[in-house]
């Protein structure tokens, strides 16, 4: 059993930066692939980044084609935390913003479908301003 807390969310005008944390639950965090997805109003919940789970702490990292070079995601194990670094951001990254913890993917690929994600946090509300 995972518990997931969104942090980090808020208003910020276009080009600025925002940091997002997710706070887990469970001793077994390093295991798990972790992911963020956003969705907005009107439209279906899409991925954004996620990074695989590791014991020997070797990540991989996947990212939407929308937000590569921009955001960054990581992951702190010792503190069982994720975290999604998001910068130059435009007023389409306007959503809420939902962490996700799943055993899906491989060790070097983590997952990207929302479907391989069984834990999910209560979303966070990030708005871009033009």
């Known amino acids: 059993q995972v518990q997931l807390v969104e942090s980090g969310g808020g208003l910020v005008q276009a080009g600025g930066s925002l940091r997002l944390s997710c706070a887990a639950s469970?001793?077994?965090?390093?295991?798990?692939?972790m992911g963020w997805f956003r969705q907005a109003p009107g439209k279906e919940r899409e991925f954004v980044a996620a990074?695989?789970?590791?014991?020997?702490?070797?990540?991989?990292?996947n990212y939407a084609d929308s937000v590569k070079g921009r955001f960054a995601i990581s992951r702190d194990n010792a503190k069982n935390t994720v975290t999604l670094q998001m910068n130059s951001l435009k007023p389409e990254d306007t959503a809420v913003y939902y962490c996700?913890?799943?055993?899906?993917?491989?060790?070097?690929?983590?997952?990207?479908?929302?479907?391989?994600?069984?834990?999910w946090g209560q979303g966070t509300q990030v708005t871009v301003s033009s």
């Open positions: 996700a913890a799943g055993t899906g993917g491989s060790e070097s690929t983590p997952p990207r479908a929302h479907y391989e994600y069984g834990y």
């Open positions: 469970g001793r077994t965090f390093s295991s798990y692939a």
């Open positions: 990074i695989t789970g590791s014991p020997r702490n070797i990540y991989y990292t």
